[in-house]
Structure formats: C-alpha cells, structure tokens
C-alpha cells in the first residue's frame, strides 16, 4: 500500500552537510510515527531519528545536536537533515514506515524504501 523512495545521499567531506528525502506514495503517517534507520557495513541497523504524527522527534545519541528529521504532509515526504558529518556517518540510510510510537520507543513499521548511500570522506 505504502511505496517509499528515499534520495539525497551521495559522497561529503567530514564536516558536510547532506539533506536526505523519503517520498511516500501515500500519507507519511500510515502509522502514527516515521522513523530514519541505517545500516553501516559491519554495524547492526540502528536508529537514527524518528517523527509522529503530532511532530514530536528523537534521535540516536550519536547524531544529536547535528541531525534534524522533520515532515511536509503536503508532499507527503520526511526529511532528514544532516549537518557537520562525521566518517561514523557513514551508510545506508532506509526510511521507514508505519511504525508506531508507544511508551517512548519507536516500534517499527512494515514499509521500506530502497536505502540511499551516505559516505563521509575524512
């Protein structure tokens, strides 16, 4: 039902900024929560950031203070903004969708975009 495409990822110096997009077929929210995930080679997927539906937000200690994830429901897209970049930031980065919010923690939905390539030069 729910079709994501995510873009904005390419090749940044340490340091960089990279703005990534998730473009959702349908509303963001088939759930009541979207959440930023990515895959580092060697690493277990982990969460990086995630968003309701009232516009509440939380991040990985990792990328606070440098990683903003915000939503358009007009465009039907979540973004992640992504500022002075660190080598550790590099993956790939998968939108999620359906997931749902409960008792402070983000469970995870059953739709997925195809993943979009972060890779931080030092």
């Known amino acids: 039902q729910v079709k994501l495409v995510e873009s904005g990822g390419g090749l940044v110096q340490a340091g960089g900024s990279l703005r990534l997009s998730c473009a959702a077929s349908?509303?963001?929210?088939?759930?009541?929560?979207m959440g930023w995930y990515r895959q580092a080679p060697g690493k277990q997927r982990e969460l990086v950031a995630h968003?309701?539906?009232?516009?509440?937000?939380n991040y990985a200690d990792s990328v606070k203070g440098r990683f903003t994830i915000s939503a358009d429901n007009a465009k039907n897209t979540v973004y992640l903004q992504m500022n002075s970049l660190k080598p550790e930031d590099t993956a790939v980065y998968y939108c999620?969708?359906?997931?749902?919010?409960?008792?402070?923690?983000?469970?995870?939905?059953?739709?997925w975009g195809q993943g979009t390539q972060v890779t931080v030069s030092s």
């Open positions: 968003i309701t539906s009232r516009g509440n937000t």
């Open positions: 999620n969708a359906g997931g749902v919010l409960y008792s402070g923690s983000y469970y995870i939905g059953d739709y």
């Open positions: 349908g509303s963001i929210f088939s759930g009541n929560a």
